[in-house]
């Protein structure tokens, strides 16, 4: 079965620190990648998503991920974070490619916490 | 972008009643909408996967006659939970897919959810 595991469950950083968070699925195929994110009181919110092409994608609000076919792994990285990034995040996998009716497996998200 | 709409955004009920949640799409055509469960600090876990016009598929432990779904339109989806207990008291969050072959939009919209509160 199709799983993805979040290796953070918290992170607390200060303004301007680099993030990196962790993201490994488990699926032989063609796979969507996605990150999203939960801010205090709100929906989730794509931040963003890989299909095809270049594995470096990159997001809203400075975020960037890089999917690393041979790790199955789909990390979520921003240079500097801000207070404003305090939220919690949340890796995705729609194992199949696109069409039909292919659901999200999510991990189990990452709390971070940016003190100014 | 997409906007997805959920009502209500808060419900309390008795234990026994039933509660419907209604998730729209409000500025896009969703052939699929997926209800979720998410439980304090923890995950979202997929409860059913909505096709327009056929029946829901539920997940391995999602009683379907507990958790009604109907997605009568391609803009509009419904959970009822019927007969409510304590124990189905959660954080109810729907998605809509949009219709796949306007491109690769295997993207899911969230709504802003709906919390149960089952006394």
């Known amino acids: 079965a199709q799983s993805v595991s979040q290796h953070n469950h918290h992170v607390i950083l200060s303004e301007a620190a680099s993030l990196e968070l962790g993201c490994n699925y488990s699926?032989?195929?063609?796979?969507?990648l996605f990150w999203y994110v939960q801010y205090p009181g709100q929906h989730l919110q794509l931040l963003l998503k890989?299909?095809?092409?270049?594995?470096l994608v990159k997001g809203i609000k400075g975020f960037e991920a890089e999917f690393i076919k041979s790790k199955f792994s789909f990390n979520l990285r921003k240079p500097s974070v801000q207070w404003s990034d305090t939220a919690e995040y949340f890796c995705?996998?729609?194992?199949?490619?696109?069409?039909?009716?292919?659901?999200?497996?999510f991990g189990a998200g990452t709390r971070l916490a940016v003190h100014p | 972008g997409a906007v997805v709409s959920q009502h209500p955004s808060r419900v309390i009920c008795k234990s026994g009643t039933s509660v419907k949640i209604e998730c729209r799409s409000l500025?896009?055509?969703?052939?699929?909408m997926f209800w979720y469960r998410q439980f304090p600090k923890q995950s979202l876990m997929l409860m059913a996967t909505?096709?327009?016009?056929?029946?829901?598929?539920?997940e391995q432990g999602v009683e379907k006659d507990k958790f009604l779904i109907n997605h009568a339109s391609l803009t509009l989806s419904t959970l009822t939970v019927t007969s409510a207990h304590p124990e189905d008291s959660s954080f109810y969050i729907c998605?809509?897919?949009?219709?796949?072959?306007?491109?690769?939009?295997?993207?899911?919209?969230f709504g802003p959810g709906t919390r149960l509160t089952v006394l």
């Open positions: 500025d896009f055509q969703a052939t699929t």
């Open positions: 890989y299909f095809s092409g270049d594995p």
């Open positions: 998605s809509a897919r949009e219709q796949w072959w306007r491109g690769p939009t295997d993207t899911q919209y």
């Open positions: 995705a996998v729609n194992a199949g490619g696109t069409g039909g009716y292919n659901k999200l497996i």
């Open positions: 909505s096709n327009e016009g056929s029946k829901a598929t539920y």
């Open positions: 699926y032989g195929g063609t796979v969507n």
